[in-house]
């Protein structure tokens, strides 16, 4: 984790960030729909970049909303997964939001998507509730929360 560094993303991350949202499986987010996204006032998006390559390889995206902010978006490149870079995205996202006094951050994560839940639980999310049929192809969602204040 040493090569890489958490900073705030801008447009000039947008391509690369657009590049690993067409490897996803289940989400493939526009260029211009993550414009948008990044645009908006209350949008609050980080991106881990590669020092020796200079190369987005994650990012995570909240919705800052009052006292609470909700997680719309986090991926790692798949050439970069399990090296510590979702969970680094997500610490600095915490300290970075107990700044500002946002009190709590909650998420919707697939009942599938074991690497995500595992994710979150190691940072002590708990999960809340369960949204039935949620996602386009009717899967439930696990809603979690972790209080940061
Ligand atoms: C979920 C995701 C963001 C994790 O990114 P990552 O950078 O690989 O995560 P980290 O290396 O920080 O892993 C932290 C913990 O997450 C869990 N985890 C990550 N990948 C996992 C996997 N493939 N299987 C099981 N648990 C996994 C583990 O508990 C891991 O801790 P450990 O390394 O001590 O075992 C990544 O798999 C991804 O981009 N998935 C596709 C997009 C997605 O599903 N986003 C979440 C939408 S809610």
Redesign the pocket.
Known sequence: MENISITKADSSHLEQIEA?EKT????NLSYDSIKKDLERDNAYYLVAIDNTTNIVV?YIGCELLVDHAD?V??????N???????????NTLEKELKEKKIESIF????TS???????????NYNKISTRTKYYDNLEDANIMKKDLI
């Open positions: 690993i996803l499986e289940h989400r994650g997680i978006s986090i991926a790692t490149d798949k970069h997964l399990k090296q510590g870079i979702a969970s680094s995205l997500l998420l919707e994560v697939r998507n074991l690497p995500a839940i595992n994710l979150y639980t190691k940072l």
